[in-house]
């Protein structure tokens, strides 16, 4: 665990460097093979930053709608760099709509377009797991096995660890030049959702921090196989297309 | 991509999903694996770790003593530049809601600091919420403070439910923590 890296009088949030590097080098494999999906990599670039805008834009806007009296008893909080009060969902949602909206705009191929942007989500799937165990968010179960990690206060699964193993697997499998080159638009994507949503699935058993529903189920575990189910019929539909 | 027919794919999505399910089912946490709220840990969803250290008065305050309230633990150092921005924050936010129950707990690490530059740096800004020292390092320790200031922002039943590493805090966060809190006291 390496929340902080002290350098001089400054303290570096560990987990935001990895994040941010994380995002560097999957939009830099993204624009080197665009060309692949016939997307230009300029606007892939473009599409990616005010994608990356408009959703720090849009997790400060939903804090802001729920918790309005804050921000207009202290209007210099809008822009104040702490991350807690971005709410990750809401800047989601809106990144999704941005994006949307520009490939709209800008009439790209809305699957060849997420086909082309695997490469970020993929190596997302690294950084994310091991920004986690820099931070000690997404902790594992306690554990008697010899690989176990000592974190708050016992020896617990490495799950971060088991994630970004997983993360690097499918890197593999998903790499843009490891691909049929007739492949149907759209099914790389799916084919990552797919192997996402399986590894979610298995690993989410190892987890210490599972919000639990009922009777012990697991919340990201029932998500994650619905995923898996709606994407496993999206690779058959891709594959076997309904002629009209 | 034909290798499978339509037919075969089905057959393979359904024995996946059927696994899926059944590994779901199997890996259900009846035991309680996550073990936040019962270990003391400086991370969210466990039980902040409880101390007891003298304030400016020499007298003894404990953590636990305000079990039932909305409590923000701030480990500062007077040297320290963002803890010094944040503290006026803290104030203002501390003198909105601590009739609602919002309890601040600046705890000095005086280990690092001294304990006259704290109370001096205090008496500067008018803070009237509990200024505690510790003068071993042992909170800063039980916490595993790594950066100056560290927040930890505790609810009722003593859970963390935030951690804030680095400053200074946003006034507008502050508010926002403090009325999440005490949506929890009664």
Known sequence: ?244 | MQAYSSRQRIILSVVILLIGAAWTWGSRDTTGSNTGGEIPAPQVGFLAPDFTLQNEAGEFVSLSDFRGKAVLVNLWASWCTPCQREMPAMQSVYDQYKEQGFVVLAVNITSQDSRANAIAFAESLNLTFPILFDVNGEVALAYQMRAFPSSYFIGSDGIIQEVVIGGPMAEALLQVRAEQLLEGVE
């Open chain 1, 1 to 244: 665990m390496l929340p902080i890296i002290q350098i001089g009088g400054a303290a570096i949030q560990t987990p935001g460097l990895i994040l941010l590097a994380g995002i560097w080098i999957g939009l830099s494999v993204a624009e080197k093979y665009a060309k692949l999906y016939k997307i230009k990599a300029d606007l892939l670039y473009n599409l990616s930053f005010s994608d990356l805008v408009a959703g720090i834009l849009g997790a400060r806007l939903s804090v802001m709608v729920r918790f309005p009296s804050a921000f207009i008893d202290n209007p210099s909080s809008i822009i104040s760099l702490n991350p807690s009060l971005l709410d990750p969902v809401g800047g989601i949602a809106i990144a999704l709509a941005a994006g949307l909206v520009y490939t709209q705009r800008k009439k790209m191929n809305l699957l060849k377009t997420l086909d082309a942007l695997i490469p970020v989500l993929a190596v997302m799937g690294i950084a994310i797991p091991l920004a986690n165990l820099a931070s000690g968010n997404a902790f594992g179960a306690p554990t008697n096995l010899p690989w176990g990690i000592e974190l708050w206060g016992a020896e617990r699964h490495p799950s971060q660890i088991y994630q970004a193993l997983a993360g690097i697997a499918i890197l593999w499998l998903v790499w843009p030049t490891r691909q049929g080159k007739k492949n149907p638009a759209g099914l790389l994507f799916t084919n990552y959702i797919i192997l996402t949503a399986g590894a979610i699935l298995l690993l989410a058993a190892f987890r210490g921090d599972s919000v639990v529903i009922w009777n012990g189920w697991r919340s990201e575990q029932i998500v994650a196989w619905l995923i898996l189910a709606f994407s496993l019929w999206g690779y058959s539909a891709l594959l076997h297309p309904k002629k009209s």
